[in-house]
């Protein structure tokens, strides 16, 4: 089992930033991939940005150029920071930790999610 705990949600205005973090614990595969999805009211959660224990990153399109992760993987954390935020960036933001063993078997875990407003 793995859990997540995330922090760094809140409320900014269009044009600011965030900076959102999430800790992973318990039984942690060297060989990961950690990230953000988001989910706004009445839609469908989306891949909002992953990294690889490696460094491999990959964006949504929303967000390429405006947001940045990255992860610590001595502390096995991950980090989105966020700039030039938009309204349409209001979502529940939630952190994603999986493995994939040997054989295909994936190992998937989800933080509760971090609100995230941001006011016109």
């Known amino acids: 089992q793995v859990q997540l705990v995330e922090s760094g949600g809140g409320l900014a205005q269009a044009g600011g930033s965030l900076r959102l973090s999430c800790v992973a614990s318990g039984s942690i595969f060297s060989i990961n991939t950690m990230g953000w999805y988001r989910q706004a009211p009445g839609k469908q959660r989306e891949l909002v940005a992953t990294i690889t224990n490696g460094g491999a990153t990959n964006y949504a399109d929303s967000v390429k150029g405006r947001f940045t992760i990255s992860r610590e993987n001595a502390k096995n954390t991950v980090y989105l920071q966020m700039n030039s935020l938009k309204p349409e960036d209001t979502a529940v933001y939630y952190c994603?930790?999986?493995?994939?063993?040997?054989?295909?078997?994936?190992?998937?875990?989800w933080g509760q999610g971090t609100q995230v407003t941001v006011s016109s």
């Open positions: 994603n930790f999986k493995h994939v063993r040997v054989g295909g078997a994936v190992y998937e875990y």
